[in-house]
């Protein structure tokens, strides 16, 4: 349940999506049930964009708040939460197309692409992402979006947001291209270039890849506009307090993990590991594997240490599987089997108890007579109504 310790009034409410390739079918899974829930509360045409004051996403995520952000011709969004799986089904086959030949396996034509170009063009995936937002800008969203991603030309995250988008514009990047380019993984799709112009004509270029090398996870990205947003005296977060957590509804949406037998071998055997080791083993990346999963938790962990020293644990709420198999792990598995597992994940994590961190062993823990994923769910829509109702 949502903690009653927080003080009435509004509060900011963050929703943070993973990066992770075809897994966004898992947070597209949990997405629809919280939106189904709003809508019984508020009537059908009730949309995720309404009730969230921050929509955060990285790589996958990032797609995913765009769809469900950008506007259609009547100012409401593009897509409904239900409409994401479908969409990854429809279209993942083609942006990550699992070909081979008679001789050789995919796998194998994979294996050996890698080392001189990535994996796949991205051609499909950037004709399909303008094709989708058109000449939609970021500060065109019906709410708040925050996207990360990182430019590889000048080694340094780059974070585009609304707000940002709003007060300069050369931060005012196409949605298409942000989506793109926050999506743009190293060995699996090119960086993406693409420039910004202002009405005196000065240009920007970013030299784009893939967000999740900067911010897997995206809520301390979201926290962080919320203080940015306070430090400029937005009138919006005029009554927030500066880190305090009782104001915040956060909730955090992972991708999934590889379970614990699936993951790499002990010291001893990477001890030994040099750079091609490191760089691919087994059909896995160690190095961008150990980046993605440190970076993810530690996010976790010191979100969560946020919520709970202010006494209002209940106020952030992180779903995420732990026990992902080798074959559901790959961030580019786009078989109709692998995509049905996927959704499968989704619908049992909603049958499952609440997890929080353990702030000792730093493991995802069930709390003991918790409710479930599903209850959790559905009391965060009751809080995100009754905000809505406060503005």
Known sequence: MISNSIAKGKKISVLSIDGGGIRGVIPGTLLAFLESKLQDLDGPNARIADYFDIIAGTSTGGLITAMLTAPNKNRRPLCAAKDINSFYFEHCPKIFPQTGCVYFPSSIIRSC???????????????????????????????????????????????????????????????????????????????????????????????????????????????????????????????????????????????????????????????????????????????????????????????????????????????????????????????EENMKRLEEIGMKLLKEQVSRVDLETGRFQKIEGGDTNEEALADFAKQLSQQKKLN
């Open 113 to 335: 692409r890698q080392w001189v170009r990535p994996i796949y063009d991205g051609k499909y995936i950037r004709k399909l992402t303008n094709q989708l937002l058109g000449e939609i800008t970021v500060k065109e969203t019906l709410t708040n979006v925050v996207i990360p991603a990182f430019d590889i030309k000048l080694l340094q995250p780059v974070i585009f947001s609304t707000n940002d988008g709003k007060e300069n514009e050369l931060k005012n990047a196409k949605l298409a291209d942000i989506c793109i380019g926050t999506s743009a993984a190293p060995t699996y799709f090119p960086a993406h270039y693409f420039e910004t112009k202002d009405a005196v004509g000065r240009t920007r270029s970013f030299d784009i890849i893939d967000g999740v090398v900067a911010a897997n996870d995206p809520t301390l990205v979201a926290i962080s506009q919320i203080l940015k947003e306070i430090l400029k005296h937005n009138r919006k977060y005029s009554d927030i307090k500066p880190m305090d957590a009782r104001q915040m509804l956060v909730l955090s949406l992972g991708t999934g993990k590889a379970k614990q037998e699936t993951k790499y071998h002990s010291a001893r055997a990477a001890s030994k590991w040099g750079l091609l080791k490191w760089a691919y083993s087994k059909g896995r990346k160690p190095l961008l594997d150990v980046f993605l999963d440190a970076s993810s938790d530690m996010v976790d962990f010191h979100v969560s240490t946020l919520f709970q020293s202010f006494g209002c644990k209940g106020n952030y709420i992180r779903i995420q599987d732990d026990r992902l198999t080798a074959e559901a792990i790959k961030v580019d598995n786009s078989t």
